[in-house]
C-alpha cells in the first residue's frame, strides 16, 4: 500500500507523454511519421511489383535521406484519385491516367519511362497482308481495318489521325480489343487492315518485337504473311509524376537519385520488374500535348477507359 500514493503521479505522466509525444515527432515531408508516398501502375504481378518497389524505396533513402512508402493501387483510378486526396506524392502512371491526373488535379510529369535500346517514344503501326495488294496508306481507300480499341494510343487514336492526315476514308472500322487479335484478323482475312503498337526489331539479334509476335508461335509464317503499311508519329512513353504542390528542392533531390538509380545493376532489374522498362528520363507535360489534341479530336473519355482497364 505504500507505493500507491506513487501510482497516480505515475499514471499522469505516461499519459501527459503519451499526449505531448506526437507533438515533439517530426510531421515533415519525407519523415519517419510522414512518408513520402510512391505509387506504382497496376500490374498483374502486384507482388513481384512490390517487392522490386521495396528495392527502389531502399535506394531513395539511403541517397536523398527521406523516408518513402509505395504502395501498388488496384486499378488506374485509384492512381489518380490519389493525387486528389494528398495520399500520393510520386507516381508512374500510363499515359492516360496521368492525363486525368493533370487536368483534374495538377499533377505534373518530370520523368518518363525508357524503353529498349533508350527508345524515348515509340510508335503504332498499320498493318496488311503481303497478298493483299494494300502496299501504302493510299490503298487503304474504301477498306476495311481493325483497331485495338477507342482507348488505345498505339492501335487507334495515332493511326487514326495518320489515315486521316494522309485523307483516307475507310469502308468500314471494326474493334479487336487486342493487338494479337488485330493481327490474328488480318491474318486470317476478317479485315483488310489493321492497328498495333510497333516495337523495332531487337538491335543484337534482329528478333521481330511488334505485335505480330505475339502470335508468331500460333502463326509461324505471320512474318511472311502480314506486313507493316506504316507507321504513326513519335508517341511519348509513360510518365513519372509528381503532385502540383511537392517541393521542387524535394523533387530535384529525387530527380537526382533515380537517375543513379537506374544506372546500378540492381536498378535496372527493378525498373524492368517495376514497369517493364530499361530506365528513366527527362520529361515535362508538354510531351503529352499531341496526345492530348488527337484524345479531344476523338471525344475520348478517359475516366470511362480508366474505369475498363
Given amino acids: 500500500m505504500r507505493y500507491a500514493r506513487y501510482y497516480l503521479p505515475l499514471l499522469l505522466l505516461a499519459l501527459l507523454w503519451l499526449s505531448v509525444r506526437p507533438l515533439l515527432e517530426d510531421r515533415s515531408l519525407g519523415s519517419r511519421t510522414n512518408p513520402i508516398m510512391v ?26 535521406g527521406y523516408h518513402y512508402k509505395a504502395v501498388v493501387p488496384t486499378n488506374f483510378v485509384a492512381v489518380v484519385e490519389a493525387f486528389g486526396s494528398g495520399k500520393a506524392d510520386i507516381a508512374i502512371m500510363n499515359t492516360f491516367s496521368y492525363l486525368l491526373a493533370h487536368s483534374r488535379y495538377g499533377a505534373n510529369a518530370v520523368m518518363k519511362v525508357v524503353r529498349r535500346d533508350g527508345e524515348l517514344n515509340y510508335r503504332g503501326q498499320i498493318i496488311a497482308r503481303t497478298d493483299s495488294g494494300i502496299d501504302t496508306l493510299t490503298d487503304l481507300g474504301g477498306k476495311r481495318i481493325a483497331y485495338v480499341d477507342p482507348s488505345s494510343t498505339s492501335g487507334y487514336i495515332y493511326p ?20 494479337d487479335v488485330v493481327v490474328m484478323m488480318v491474318y486470317q482475312r476478317q479485315v483488310d487492315a489493321g492497328a498495333t503498337f510497333y516495337s523495332p526489331p531487337d538491335k543484337h539479334t534482329g528478333e521481330i518485337l511488334d505485335a505480330r509476335a505475339k502470335v508468331h508461335a500460333q502463326f509461324p509464317d505471320v512474318y511472311d504473311k502480314v506486313k507493316i503499311i506504316a507507321l504513326t508519329d513519335p508517341i511519348p512513353n509513360d510518365p513519372v509524376v509528381v503532385r502540383k504542390d511537392f517541393p521542387v528542392d524535394m523533387q530535384q533531390r529525387i530527380i ?5 538509380f537506374q544506372a546500378t545493376k540492381e536498378g535496372k532489374a527493378a525498373l524492368k520488374d517495376i514497369a517493364s522498362v530499361e530506365g528513366l528520363a527527362a520529361s515535362s507535360d508538354a510531351d503529352y500535348n499531341d496526345i492530348r489534341t488527337l484524345i479531344s479530336r476523338y471525344s475520348v473519355d478517359i475516366e470511362k477507359v480508366l474505369k475498363k482497364k
Fill in 39 to 64: 505509387l506504382l501502375t497496376p500490374s498483374v504481378d502486384a507482388d513481384r511489383v512490390s517487392k522490386n518497389a521495396d528495392v527502389l524505396v531502399k535506394y531513395l533513402e539511403t541517397h536523398t
Fill in 160 to 179: 487514326k489521325a495518320l489515315l486521316q492526315k494522309a485523307g483516307i476514308r475507310t469502308k468500314e472500322e471494326v474493334f479487336g480489343n487486342k493487338h
Fill in 256 to 260: 537526382e537519385a533515380l537517375t543513379s
